[in-house]
């Protein structure tokens, strides 16, 4: 259908219809189709993508991927796009979707819907749903470099750092000076031990882009990972210089823990809550922060007041549903007997390298991580997700999790043990024999690890209810802990951590080996010991001194763990006990058993 004459739409979207009718008996015609219509209208995309497609049909990669970015380009002024675009901007995740479902499946070539999508599915969690709309962009138009930022986002958010640093070398091969590549890059570096490089980039981007906020927050939270606090505090302070109301900054400071912020900070927060533009994100880290000054300055009400305002906000933004960890629980319980196990004796991976410290988050695991790794044979590396994620994976499909483990054999185990080890090889910069995960959440995946890696040592951190679910609901999380923002929300995980762990102490005896935290502090020595017995290595002195031991902490603890031990930190929930009534009341049981477990 030539179109040297045509100017209407009607003829143009003909035309489309023709060309895209072409396209199976004759890419070269589709291809000719596809360049009339630009030659009416150089900025249409869709008949960009019809040409890209053609091209690409009759092998001229290059040309197409040229015509896919062209394609790309052009959509910045579909209406539908736009549209689109405005509502991801205003978190109306079901409008946008709304409007990006059905254009792909009337167009399912369109790559800047699709990396739309993708945006979509990753502002929902749905991690392994964006990455395989990236990978269908990217397949579509490999050079379409925000889809492969995105990609390397949404690796580093799954905790696949070394992908994502591959992605993220390719786009800095084709824009070496790009300060956002780069930016997550080092932070990429930073999740999988690279901080020397890391830090390194960092500085780099800072000479070139010095009035970034958030480089400059990137740059302070490695130099806290590798001990260098007063670098760190500059860093951080730089950031605020920048960006007064830029609240992860101010929270990133105060949760140093190690600093008191004074009157002129809390003067300055509190004039950033004022202003009526100020994001979501940024109020509820300025509350976390506040909440944090006003405790240290023993101003308990206004404190508390501050930590329960930020909590408030945080829970309204994410989907958590304390049914689901219960529900896993009881269903552990169930599955997991003393006969399930026995029948399933010497099954896994006969390796003996990890030791895994768990329970719940703020209970003392980063203490006792720092202990271990200050042995000559054990090497801390940090939280890694790898248990959680071959769990989550298991329950895919028509699987169910745990239930899926009732079908699976001794070669199965083995296979998750083995990789296991794999995946969590890359943290691994030591040749020491044992190596720790200190991922507190592991605890809801004790008879999985049991199973895959029956070698394995593992240890339980438990604090006192109080302090414990009270420094949680001081702390706010970047991601991951979405029980902790609430009160009666944390009682209950807490409540189902003591129920598993009951469970396992008595369908496995011994198989646990449980740090009370006070008694840890008392008498630090006996402790010590004790632990060191369980894991069958010799006393080394170094463990009672390891706050010199120089290693990257990345945890909340990471500055006081770098200090002898403290009665301090004890009982600092005692001033907020006024208004703790409703955690008391919600732990039950548990709460006056402690340490032990409450009878089933």
Not at 67 to 78: G, K, N, P, R, T
Not at 252 to 269: E, G, P, Q, R, V
């Amino acid at each position: 259908m030539p179109l040297a004459e045509a100017r209407t739409k009607g003829s143009i979207d003909e035309a489309l219809t023709h060309g895209r009718a072409l396209l199976n008996e004759s890419p070269l015609l589709a291809a000719r189709q596809a360049r009339e219509i630009l030659a009416v209208d150089p900025a249409n995309a869709e008949a960009l993508r019809l040409l890209a497609r053609s091209l690409r049909a009759t092998g001229d990669d290059d040309s197409a991927e040229r015509a896919e970015l062209d394609a790309i380009a052009a959509s910045v002024h579909d209406p539908e796009l736009v549209q689109a675009a405005h509502a991801l901007l205003d978190n109306a995740l079901a409008d946008a979707e709304r409007i990006l479902r059905p254009r792909l499946k009337t167009n399912p070539f369109d790559v800047a819907a699709i990396r739309m999508m993708a945006e979509l599915a990753g502002r929902l969690g749905r991690y392994g749903d964006a990455e395989n709309l990236l990978r269908r962009a990217l397949e579509l138009a490999p050079g379409f470099a925000a889809a492969r930022g995105n990609l390397a986002t949404v690796l580093y958010r799954q905790n696949r750092a070394p992908e994502a640093i591959a992605e993220l070398d390719r786009l800095l091969d084709a824009d070496p000076a790009n300060p956002a590549h780069r930016n997550l890059k080092a932070a990429a570096l930073g999740r999988v031990g690279g901080f020397d490089e890391a830090i390194a980039l960092y500085e780099d981007v800072l000479q070139r882009f010095p009035d970034q906020p958030k480089v400059w927050m990137s740059y302070g939270h490695v130099l806290k990972t590798v001990g260098r606090q007063t670098d760190s505090i500059a860093a951080y302070r730089r950031a605020i210089t920048i960006a007064p109301g830029l609240g992860e900054v101010w929270w990133s400071l105060a949760n140093l823990k190690t600093i008191a912020l004074d009157a002129d900070d809390i003067a300055a927060m509190t004039a950033a809550l004022e202003q009526t533009e100020l994001g979501a994100e940024d109020r509820f880290h300025l509350h976390f922060a506040l909440g944090k000054a006003l405790e240290d300055q023993a101003r308990a009400e206004g404190a508390f007041a501050h930590y329960a305002e930020g909590n408030r906000l945080r829970r309204a933004m994410i989907d958590y549903d304390p049914q689901e960890i219960s529900s896993l629980v009881e269903r552990s319980r169930a599955l997991f007997t003393a006969e399930f196990f026995g029948t399933r004796a010497g099954h896994g991976s006969t390796a003996a390298d990890p030791i895994f410290i768990l329970g719940m988050p703020r209970a003392g695991s980063t203490l006792i991580e720092q202990i271990l790794a200050s042995h000559a044979l054990v090497e801390g590396t940090h939280e890694l997700p790898d248990i959680g994620a071959i769990a989550l994976r298991l329950g895919r499909g028509d699987a169910r999790y745990p239930e899926c483990a009732d079908a699976m054999n001794a070669e199965a185990f083995a296979t998750l043990g083995n990789e296991y080890l794999e995946r969590t090889r890359v943290n691994r910069k030591t040749n020491r024999p044992f190596f720790i995960d200190k991922m507190p959440n592991n605890w809801a995946h004790v008879p999985l690890i049991h199973l895959i890696l029956p070698n394995a040592k593992i240890i339980d951190a438990r604090r006192h209810p109080l302090a414990c679910c009270f420094s949680n609901f001081k702390q706010h999380f970047a991601r991951g802990q979405g029980f902790s923002y609430a009160l009666e929300d944390m009682a209950r995980y807490y409540r189902d951590y003591v129920k598993l762990m009951a469970h396992v102490d008595a369908v496995l005896p011994g198989r646990v080996h449980r740090v009370v935290h006070e008694a840890l502090v008392d008498d630090t020595e006996a402790e010590v010991r004790r632990l060191l017995a369980y894991l069958g290595l010799d006393f080394d002195p170094g463990c009672l001194r390891f706050w010199e031991t120089d290693r990257p902490v990345r945890t909340a603890s990471s500055e006081q763990v770098r200090r002898p031990i403290s009665r301090e930190g004890l009982d600092q929930w005692q001033a907020f006990e006024p208004w703790l009534d409703l955690l008391k009341n919600a732990l039950g049981p548990v709460l006056d058993r402690y340490p032990e477990a409450p009878p089933p």
